[in-house]
């Protein structure tokens, strides 16, 4: 790029465009600026009217990556950054010369840095040099960081978050830290989906190292960023810039992260214009996921005594566990603002730092729902919290979050494995609670508008959450074929059987439908079984079949058995209550008789034939001159019901699942978070370079072809 005067040149009538063009020049080339320049006091000062196009900046990418090594530019600038943002934290976030050198610095650090990290070689992040020189003088106030750059930057960046509050004069500064944060911390994306000992994140890293005190309140700051959806502040001096959007040329280095890394204006106003979205409550929600899901893997060194041999080996056995996340455990901690818990001697207990209000919580989530994002934050709430879980399930509005859930579950073919998992997941661990079984089939719908089959009117909760999972659980056999969606469905319904009450018509007929289903099934795999025994070519098999059929058979053996206890757990504790159940067990009773005398199912069959002889009897008793009609058959059962004592029923031990998170679940939650982002946010990420998760080799190829686009979009 050629030499560069030490001290640029403000005044002698260079004008503004000029002299931001000469800094930001400097700052990607060759020469070194000490950190107690008055340079970088300049570089931050001035706005930074640019019209760069892509191309260009892409060159200065290089070479500020090219150069970086040397100047360690990148660690000054943070530094630089940290210092505005405690300046910002002293000057109570109010508008100051701090918050607009603080903005600056964020928009050439989020370009320039991310530019770093798709492009970085290895998975160490060396190139990133964090560390000064040991020749560069330091200032006083650079001490109390432990001269750690990362640790500065993310503490500055987390403090600021938790002790200013958003404004509108603070909400672009809030959300450009939040932003760098996603960037900062998309080291991860370059890591295999194991975290290993090697793995070297050192932002987010840094960010597990703060103090719990701090850790707490950003937690809770950014909860109530994503409960009260601070909308874009369109009032204030800055949507004048982001209403450029449109324009064919670069106006800043910042705006050219904005098209060509889609960085943060693109994403702060939509193309529509729709300013009832909130970027900030997404984005801290998509922080706080990132932050609560990380799991750093720590070595453990087990060294035998030596023997006074020097020559003889020392027997080392490694050993690794995952450190506690502060994150994860900040968010297990949250309490609500507006109970505090007190201790029998009437003590208040120790008042946590993150406390908020779960009422906002509980609207909020009710309403965002139908993001995959805010499934995956109700899950940590409800797994993690067990305060949040309480407070959830004593609402008696509990369809503000299931209708959501539920809709999801009924578009399946429109959604992903994973956000079907983890509404699954979410009805298992709520199953769990009796008082929540027994409460869904209280609430009353006057109508289910999304539901094409048939209309569900004056049909309960609790009835509508069985037809859905039945639903769920015939569309897995017919398309997906997946055995984790299949069990976790079925032990939804088992813990919610015993406290069925009233269930309607069309959700019992449903629930022997089931059975029907998987005895078809069944009896194909055992067909198919019984061939291959017969079969004297081994390469006659259909291509459909499973390569092991008994495996299978056995498989749908557990799924039907389990269905005949879930009908046992309704006949034995909830028989009175429900006549549609036994009207449909009896009007589809051939579908038990070939699995009469089954080993398996004998014992639980003998209960339903107990039922069903005791009604039938009755039916035979009842002397009538007309036809038989539903609703005739129906009232004779509801009569005959009053006098069931349940004898003969044998009694089974109550089934009762639970959920239980796998032994290493960061394996699949920190790429399930970072896949959200990728897809969800608009964040862009080079797919070439992601090894967190799988990328199909179309979508990097889009990729390249989308970057290309961008290119020749900007240099209109």
Same mark, same amino acid.
């Given at each position: 790029?050629?030499?560069?005067?030490?001290?640029?040149?403000?005044?002698?009538?260079?004008?503004?465009?000029?002299?931001?063009?000469?800094?930001?020049?400097?700052?990607?080339?060759?020469?070194?600026?000490?950190?107690?320049?008055?340079?970088?006091?300049?570089?931050?000062?001035?706005?930074?009217?640019?019209?760069?196009?892509?191309?260009?900046?892409?060159?200065?990418?290089?070479?500020?990556?090219?150069?970086?090594?040397?100047?360690?530019?990148?660690?000054?600038?943070?530094?630089?950054?940290?210092?505005?943002?405690?300046?910002?934290?002293?000057?109570?976030?109010?508008?100051?010369?701090?918050?607009?050198?603080?903005?600056?610095?964020?928009?050439?650090?989020?370009?320039?840095?991310?530019?770093?990290?798709?492009?970085?070689?290895?998975?160490?992040?060396?190139?990133?040099?964090?560390?000064?020189?040991?020749?560069?003088?330091?200032?006083?106030?650079?001490?109390?960081?432990?001269?750690?750059?990362?640790?500065?930057?993310?503490?500055?960046?987390?403090?600021?978050?938790?002790?200013?509050?958003?404004?509108?004069?603070?909400?672009?500064?809030?959300?450009?830290?939040?932003?760098?944060?996603?960037?900062?911390?998309?080291?991860?994306?370059?890591?295999?989906?194991?975290?290993?000992?090697?793995?070297?994140?050192?932002?987010?890293?840094?960010?597990?190292?703060?103090?719990?005190?701090?850790?707490?309140?950003?937690?809770?700051?950014?909860?109530?960023?994503?409960?009260?959806?601070?909308?874009?502040?369109?009032?204030?001096?800055?949507?004048?810039?982001?209403?450029?959007?449109?324009?064919?040329?670069?106006?800043?280095?910042?705006?050219?992260?904005?098209?060509?890394?889609?960085?943060?204006?693109?994403?702060?106003?939509?193309?529509?214009?729709?300013?009832?979205?909130?970027?900030?409550?997404?984005?801290?929600?998509?922080?706080?996921?990132?932050?609560?899901?990380?799991?750093?893997?720590?070595?453990?060194?087990?060294?035998?005594?030596?023997?006074?041999?020097?020559?003889?080996?020392?027997?080392?056995?490694?050993?690794?566990?995952?450190?506690?996340?502060?994150?994860?455990?900040?968010?297990?901690?949250?309490?609500?603002?507006?109970?505090?818990?007190?201790?029998?001697?009437?003590?208040?207990?120790?008042?946590?730092?993150?406390?908020?209000?779960?009422?906002?919580?509980?609207?909020?989530?009710?309403?965002?729902?139908?993001?995959?994002?805010?499934?995956?934050?109700?899950?940590?709430? !409800?797994?993690? $919290?067990? =305060?949040? *879980?309480?407070? %959830?399930?004593?609402? #008696?509005?509990?369809?503000?979050? @299931?209708?959501? /859930?539920?809709?999801?579950?009924?578009?399946?073919?429109?959604?992903?494995?994973?956000?079907?998992?983890?509404?699954?997941?979410?009805?298992?661990?709520?199953?769990?609670?009796?008082?929540?079984?027994?409460?869904?089939?209280?609430?009353?719908?006057?109508?289910?508008?999304?539901?094409?089959?048939?209309?569900?009117?004056?049909?309960?909760?609790?009835?509508?959450?069985?037809?859905?999972?039945?639903?769920? !659980?015939?569309? $897995?056999? =017919?398309? *997906?074929?997946? %055995?984790?969606?299949? #069990?976790?469905?079925?032990?939804? @319904?088992?813990? /919610?059987?015993?406290?069925?009450?009233?269930?309607?018509?069309?959700?019992?007929?449903?629930?022997?439908?089931?059975?029907?289903?998987?005895?078809?099934?069944?009896?194909?795999?055992?067909?198919?079984?019984?061939?291959?025994?017969?079969?004297?070519?081994?390469?006659?098999?259909?291509?459909?079949?499973?390569?092991?059929?008994?495996?299978?058979?056995?498989?749908?053996?557990?799924?039907?058995?389990?269905?005949?206890?879930?009908?046992?757990?309704? *006949?034995?504790?909830?028989?009175?209550?429900?006549?549609?159940?036994?009207?449909?067990?009896?009007?589809?009773?051939?579908?038990?008789?070939?699995?009469?005398?089954?080993?398996?199912?004998?014992?639980?069959?003998?209960?339903?034939?107990?039922?069903?002889?005791?009604?039938?009897?009755?039916?035979?008793?009842?002397?009538?001159?007309?036809?038989?009609?539903?609703?005739?058959?129906?009232?004779?059962?509801?009569?005959?019901?009053?006098?069931?004592?349940?004898?003969?029923?044998?009694?089974?031990?109550?089934?009762?699942?639970?959920?239980?998170?796998?032994?290493?679940?960061?394996?699949?939650?920190?790429?399930?978070?970072?896949?959200?982002?990728?897809?969800?946010?608009?964040?862009?990420?080079?797919?070439?370079?992601?090894?967190?998760?799988?990328?199909?080799?179309?979508?990097?190829?889009?990729?390249?072809?989308?970057?290309?686009?961008?290119?020749?979009?900007?240099?209109?």
């Amino acid at each position: 790029m050629g030499g560069v005067p030490s001290t640029p040149r403000l005044g002698g009538g260079a004008r503004p465009e000029e002299t931001a063009e000469y800094l930001i020049t400097a700052f990607f080339a060759e020469k070194s600026f000490p950190l107690v320049s008055d340079y970088w006091q300049k570089l931050l000062e001035l706005p930074l009217d640019l019209r760069w196009p892509s191309d260009r900046v892409l060159e200065a990418c290089r070479l500020f990556a090219m150069n970086n090594c040397s100047t360690r530019h990148l660690a000054k600038i943070l530094v630089h950054l940290a210092w505005c943002l405690q300046e910002c934290v002293s000057d109570s976030g109010l508008a100051s010369p701090a918050s607009s050198k603080a903005l600056n610095a964020l928009y050439i650090v989020s370009v320039f840095l991310k530019n770093l990290i798709e492009n970085a070689k290895t998975d160490n992040f060396e190139v990133l040099y964090l560390l000064l020189d040991e020749t560069e003088p330091i200032p006083n106030n650079f001490s109390k960081a432990g001269e750690n750059v990362e640790n500065l930057v993310m503490y500055s960046t987390l403090n600021f978050i938790a002790k200013v509050d958003v404004s509108p004069e603070t909400y672009l500064l809030h959300h450009e830290l939040l932003n760098f944060m996603v960037i900062a911390m998309s080291t991860q994306l370059l890591s295999g989906p194991s975290p290993g000992l090697n793995d070297a994140h050192p932002f987010i890293d840094a960010a597990m190292d703060q103090e719990s005190s701090l850790v707490d309140s950003v937690v809770c700051k950014l909860l109530l960023n994503y409960t009260i959806h601070p909308r874009v502040p369109l009032n204030s001096s800055f949507y004048t810039i982001l209403s450029e959007r449109n324009q064919p040329v670069l106006r800043r280095v910042g705006f050219a992260a904005a098209n060509l890394m889609l960085l943060p204006f693109n994403y702060l106003v939509s193309s529509t214009g729709d300013a009832s979205r909130s970027p900030l409550a997404e984005i801290s929600l998509n922080v706080l996921l990132i932050l609560s899901h990380y799991h750093k893997c720590i070595s453990v060194d087990y060294a035998k005594d030596k023997s006074d041999n020097d020559s003889s080996e020392s027997l080392t056995k490694e050993d690794t566990y995952f450190s506690e996340n502060p994150f994860c455990k900040a968010v297990g901690n949250v309490r609500d603002i507006e109970y505090n818990r007190i201790t029998i001697e009437g003590d208040a207990q120790s008042d946590p730092l993150a406390r908020l209000p779960f009422a906002s919580l509980f609207d909020t989530l009710g309403m965002c729902l139908t993001n995959e994002t805010s499934v995956l934050l109700l899950y940590s709430l !409800v797994h993690g $919290n067990s =305060s949040f *879980l309480e407070y %959830v399930l004593v609402r #008696t509005d509990l369809d503000t979050l @299931l209708m959501p /859930m539920l809709e999801t579950l009924y578009n399946a073919p429109r959604r992903t494995s994973n956000h079907i998992y983890m509404v699954l997941i979410i009805f298992l661990i709520l199953s769990q609670d009796s008082s929540f079984n027994a409460s869904i089939h209280k609430l009353m719908l006057t109508n289910v508008p999304w539901y094409q089959e048939r209309l569900l009117h004056h049909t309960s909760l609790g009835s509508l959450m069985i037809i859905i999972l039945i639903r769920t !659980v015939k569309y $897995n056999l =017919s398309k *997906l074929r997946d %055995v984790y969606l299949h #069990t976790n469905c079925l032990a939804t @319904l088992a813990n /919610m059987a015993p406290h069925v009450h009233r269930l309607s018509a069309y959700a019992s007929q449903q629930l022997v439908s089931l059975f029907d289903m998987l005895s078809r099934k069944y009896n194909k795999l055992a067909e198919v079984k019984n061939d291959k025994k017969n079969m004297q070519d081994d390469n006659l098999k259909e291509e459909s079949l499973s390569e092991d059929p008994s495996a299978e058979l056995h498989l749908y053996t557990d799924f039907l058995r389990l269905v005949l206890e879930i009908l046992n757990a309704i *006949l034995t504790y909830a028989l009175p209550r429900n006549p549609e159940v036994v009207y449909a067990i009896m009007h589809r009773q051939e579908v038990f008789l070939p699995f009469k005398n089954h080993p398996r199912f004998n014992e639980l069959l003998e209960n339903i034939y107990t039922v069903l002889d005791f009604f039938n009897s009755r039916m035979d008793a009842h002397k009538t001159d007309d036809e038989w009609s539903v609703e005739k058959v129906l009232q004779v059962i509801i009569n005959n019901c009053r006098s069931w004592r349940g004898e003969g029923m044998k009694m089974f031990m109550q089934l009762r699942f639970t959920y239980e998170q796998e032994s290493h679940p960061e394996e699949f939650f920190m790429p399930y978070v970072w896949q959200l982002i990728l897809s969800r946010s608009g964040y862009p990420f080079n797919p070439s370079s992601i090894n967190l998760f799988p990328v199909p080799v179309q979508d990097i190829n889009d990729g390249f072809e989308e970057e290309a686009a961008k290119e020749d979009s900007l240099q209109v």
